[in-house]
């Protein structure tokens, strides 16, 4: 079977018949070699498949995001792909400005004041309890958002809500956190697990920003999160854009101003993320305040020269038993990919890896206090 995708032509100006077998290749055990990838005109491409007959699949998609429009242009042996793979073309098909080379993206602020959450506990100690998780787009730990029913993705927000309330940490920070999306449910997942959480305030950087998409970085807090600013790292194709979202946050108890940030780098290359850090390490030194980074640094420690040791050194930070064996945060692979790390002027009292299933990556709490 051909299969006639047809979408907008800025899209097709940067996808390349190679990128799109091996993207499928890797995702996909059922897409073999034999697979042939043919360029139609300037606004569609043809795919051939081979087993198995997905026009109904692909024009269910179709309708459902009117993203891109489908035919079938010619029935020869039937074929069928991977949903992942599916999903891949379709993120494609909803990212026109992936590439856009603007350092500072928009960012979105939501105070939920209505929320009825008690915060003198917080504000009568000295101590704060920080959280990070990487969100994936509401799905968990199952197959590609877009085919995730509505009801499905709020079910698995609410998850993390409840994990959320019943750990209560002061501050949250989140990667891959979804604002209104046709491939998520077309709704803030932010301001959504703020309310079912009952966080008063939140920050929401747009790193990634298309027809119908939105995603990036965010903090949650019960403390007022002061001085926003959302980075958008450098173009890095064929990867997505990355970033960080940085506010300031009065100690519990004290004067003291901190920063806050929640960060994101890039999967795929040691190169992008050295010099996505060099970016933060430049933002960062012009604020002078103590230090809490927590995200998804999609890499491990390895030596001090390693990028993560780098950004640490750099930014004179520490982390917790940073070449552990018992702490991974990425199933998957099991590999410890999400950290938090501090300034010299903090430590931490406690430290632990979720075991609750809330994301393909485990999340990560920690108490600290002033050293």
């Known amino acids: 079977m051909v299969i006639q995708l047809s979408f907008p032509a800025e899209i097709t100006s940067f996808i390349t018949i190679p990128v799109w077998h091996r ?28 087993t198995g007959d997905i026009l109904k699949l692909i024009k269910k998609i179709s309708n459902r995001t009117r993203l891109f429009t489908v035919k079938c242009i010619e029935r020869s042996r039937l074929v069928t792909i991977a949903l992942t793979t599916l999903g891949v073309i379709v993120k494609l098909f909803m990212i026109s400005d992936m590439f856009d080379d603007r350092e500072t993206r928009p960012i979105t602020l939501t105070d939920t004041t209505d929320i009825d959450k008690e915060k003198s506990n917080i504000l009568s100690r000295n ?48 990667q891959e956190a979804d604002g209104p999306s046709a491939w998520s449910g077309n709704f803030d997942h932010v301001e959504y697990l703020a309310r079912k959480a009952k966080y008063i305030y939140s920050v929401r950087g747009e790193h990634v920003k298309g027809k119908k998409l939105d995603y990036g970085t965010a903090l949650l807090s019960n403390l007022p999160l002061n001085t926003p600013v959302s980075i958008t790292f450098a173009p890095s194709p064929p990867t997505f854009s990355k970033g960080a ?31 996505q850090i060099d970016k933060l390490v430049e933002k960062l030194t012009q604020r002078e305040r103590p230090l809490i980074i927590m995200g998804d ?70 108490d600290l206090r002033i050293a």
């Open 23 to 50: 993207m499928c290749e890797t995702l996909s055990t059922k897409v073999t070699k034999r697979n042939k990838w043919h360029p139609k005109n300037e606004s569609a491409i043809c795919i051939i498949f081979e």
């Open 127 to 174: 101590s704060l309890k920080v959280m990070t998780l990487n969100a994936a787009h509401g799905r968990k730990d199952g197959r590609h958002q877009i085919f995730q029913k509505n009801t499905s993705i709020k079910s698995n927000l609410n998850d993390i809500a409840t994990v959320l309330e019943q750990g209560n940490p002061d501050v949250i920070a989140l």
């Open 245 to 275: 979202v940085i506010c300031s946050i009065n100690w519990p108890g004290t004067d003291m101003k901190i920063d806050i940030v929640s960060l994101h780098l890039d999967f795929a290359r040691k190169s992008v993320r050295r010099k």
């Open 297 to 366: 640094f999609n890499c491990e420690w390895k030596d001090k020269k390693s990028t993560l040791g780098t950004l640490m050194n750099t930014l004179n930070l520490k982390a917790y038993r940073p070449e552990a064996k018992d702490m991974k945060t990425f199933p998957k692979t099991g590999k410890r990919l999400d950290w938090i790390l501090i300034s010299e002027e903090l430590e931490f009292s406690t430290y632990n890896v979720f075991e609750d299933t809330m994301s393909d990556h485990l999340g990560v709490v920690s």
